[in-house]
Each structure stands twice: as C-alpha cells, then as structure tokens.
C-alpha cells in the first residue's frame, strides 16, 4: 500500500518562497510520476504540475510556470515542489498525489501554507 | 486551461441515484478517454474513485459508475448512502496537462 508524507505547515511572509517536501514510501519511488495540486480556503483541486520520479522531467501548469519548480531526490526517495514570490491567494493546501496512467490513485496528507505579514 | 464545468450542488435521498456533469472541450474531456473522479470529505484528501471515464479501483463500492458523452463527462452514484455526502471533482488529461472541475457538493438528504 503506497503511502506519501508530506512535510508540515508553513507560515510565510509575502514576497517569499515556500518549499514543501513529499515522501512517498510502499512503492519503487522511481516507477512513478508525482502531481502537486493546490486547493485554497473553500475552493476547488487545481493542478500546479508533474515531475517524472525517473527522468526529472517536468511539466507545470501555464498559471504556475514562472514561480514553481518541481524536484526529486533519488538518494532519499523525496519529492519537492518549491514555490517563489508567494502572494496572499497563494494561502492553500498543497498536495503531492502519485500518478499511475492518467489518473492520481495515491495522495499525501496535504501541506498547508498561509502567508501573512 | 480552465477548469471543467461542475454543478455546484446536487442532492438525493438515500438509496436513490445522482449523476454529477463535467463538462469540458474538444481539448480536454471530449479529446482523450482520461477522465478521472476523486471524492474529498471536509479536511481530507482526495480519493480516487474512478479513471479512464469508467474504470473503477479496487475497493470503490461498485454504486460509484462513469460514463462520458462528447465534452461531457458524468459521475453517477446509486443507492446513495450517508457516507458518500462530500465533494466531488472531475479531471481530465488536456495533452501534457490536466484540469479539475469547479467541483460539486453531493448532499444526502
């Protein structure tokens, strides 16, 4: 049974970065992509982007490009999603979900970030 | 890359059916047979409950179906229980991308 942990939660200043890690563990961590979704306070799922476990290839969602980047450490089998210049509708829960085909069939826990001054 | 259109509510009496709309484009939902739906409880994280439009993982309850038509694609629960009161969100491959419904709250009256 795959399980991914994910760091705790962060509180951030805006104009900041926030890196969130996600350890997945019940599986070869390099037989499988990672998606980090977001969800805001009340709101919807929203994709932010992918990373290939394997390769290190990455694919973001336009609205994230500028400011995340995705990566994965082999040697300790973890996964990063860092995200830069953090506003105040970037307050959410960030989650890393395991993609197996074309769907998310294992999900972290969730991280929330909440940024305020 | 907007998201899928959800209804934002939808509502039955347990032990009837509701069937829960995603619609999208010719890009996404109408494009390719990769529409996935995840169930969320308040607090928790999503739950896969089916993929490619109709497959269902092992230990969903087989009341949960999905079916697609076109740019539509259609989540439909039977024999609706107490347990399955949460939201509901589509998702589909758009070709290297993926895009989520608005979601939709299933209330079990």
């Known amino acids: 049974q795959a399980q991914l942990v994910q760091s705790g939660a962060e509180v951030k200043k805006p104009g900041a970065s926030v890196k969130v890690s996600c350890k997945p563990s019940g599986y070869t961590f390099t037989s499988y992509g990672l998606t980090w979704v977001r969800q805001a306070p009340g709101q919807g799922l929203e994709w932010m982007g992918w990373i290939s476990a394997y390769y290190g290839s990455t694919i973001y969602a336009q609205k994230f490009q500028d400011r995340v980047t995705l990566t994965t450490d082999t040697s300790t089998s973890t996964a990063y999603m860092d995200l830069r210049s953090l506003g105040f509708d970037d307050t959410a829960v960030y989650y890393c979900a395991r993609g197996s085909g074309r769907h998310l069939d294992y999900w972290g826990q969730g991280t929330l970030v909440t940024v305020s001054s | 890359q907007s998201a899928l259109t959800q209804p934002r509510s939808v509502s039955g009496s347990r032990g009837q059916s509701v069937t829960i709309s995603c619609t999208g484009t010719s890009s996404d939902v109408g494009g390719y047979n990769y529409v996935s739906w995840y169930q969320q409880h308040p607090g928790r994280a999503p739950k896969l409950m089916i993929y490619?439009?109709?497959e269902r993982p092992s230990g969903v309850p087989d009341r949960f179906s999905g079916s697609k038509s076109a740019n539509t694609a259609s989540l439909t629960i039977s024999g609706l229980q107490a347990e399955d009161e949460a939201d509901y969100y589509c998702c589909s491959y758009a070709g290297s991308f993926y895009v989520f419904g608005t979601g939709t709250k299933v209330t079990v009256l």
């Open positions: 490619d439009v109709s």
